[in-house]
């Protein structure tokens, strides 16, 4: 799944090629992926609008419009394609934006999981997917008293509290492990335990390896990529992702799988001692 660098690479992939184009017309081919607000409405509404900017808020992309924010997730494989209007349309192309210089943007999702929302610009604090979400990683506000204050009541284990978007926003499996890999905190520990401590260094750790992750353009797992096939690195980074029975690269021992919250999750024992 596309995780916020993912999403992050994709912006700016599409950032350097549609800035200034205008969406001439819409054909939606698998209705399911429009969210809001009806298929009509979204076709007719978006028609001549001019994409200004690209903007992401989590795993969120936000296109710019002239009256409206086009918000798209990406959820499992999601994918966008610029192509020639003339190009054979691939059956897995649901969603075809056809701008002014005879080009077409193109949503591609195998599994359909994706979802858009065209929401107009004065009603995007009160309406759509972003008024339930933390905040971004580098907000000025996700402070150790923000977490102390979300996390007190959170018995769960914080490699899922890690996950809910709810608190921060863009952090995923994969990266949930390597924040948690870094901060030495046993993924099995209840968040409400952790200490200022702990909290410092999930803030430090979630910036450090997003930001890395960002510079190498993602993470390619199975069947992500971004805008055109663009492959990202940073899986030749991971330290415990993915790397069961593997040597720890800090310790020698053994990195192990298990499931937390229905998720995979790989994690040294040793250096990622439980409470």
């Not at 028609?47 to 690209?54: L, M, P, S, V, Y």
């Not at 349309?89 to 077409?104: A, G, P, R, T």
């Not at 029975?245 to 790989?266: A, D, F, H, L, M």
Request: aromatic share 10%.
């Amino acid at each position: 799944m596309p995780e916020l660098p993912e999403v992050e690479t994709v912006r700016q992939g599409l950032k350097k090629l549609l800035l200034g184009r205008i969406i001439k017309r819409v054909c939606v081919y698998y209705d399911g992926i429009i969210e809001y607000p009806s298929v009509l409405e979204f076709t007719s509404n978006i028609e001549n609008q001019r994409i200004n900017d690209i903007d992401r808020f989590g795993k969120w992309l936000i296109f710019v419009l002239d009256d409206y924010y086009l918000l798209s997730h990406l959820r499992m494989e999601g994918k966008y394609f610029i192509k020639d209007a003339s190009d054979e349309l691939n059956k897995h192309e649901h969603v075809v934006f056809k701008l002014d210089n005879d080009s077409e943007l193109r949503y591609m999702d195998v599994r359909k999981f994706g979802k858009m929302h065209l929401i107009p610009k004065d009603k995007i604090k009160d309406i759509g997917p972003l008024i339930d979400l933390g905040l971004e990683p580098w907000d000025k506000k996700l402070d150790i008293s923000y977490l102390r204050d979300k996390y007190k009541n959170k018995k769960l284990p914080i490699k899922s509290v890690l996950l809910d978007q709810s608190i921060i926003v863009g952090i995923g499996n994969i990266y949930a492990d390597e924040i948690l890999f870094l901060a030495k905190i046993n993924p099995y520990t209840r968040a409400m335990d952790l200490d200022d401590n702990d909290l410092f260094n999930i803030i430090k750790y979630t910036r450090k390896v997003l930001e890395r992750a960002i510079s190498e353009g993602g993470t390619t797992i199975r069947s992500y990529s971004s805008v055109n096939g663009v492959h990202g690195l940073f899986q030749q980074e991971l330290n415990v992702h993915s790397r069961e029975g593997e040597q720890c690269p800090s310790c020698g021992n053994k990195i192990v799988k298990v499931k937390i919250g229905g998720r995979g999750t790989y994690y040294c024992e040793k250096c990622q001692k439980g409470v």
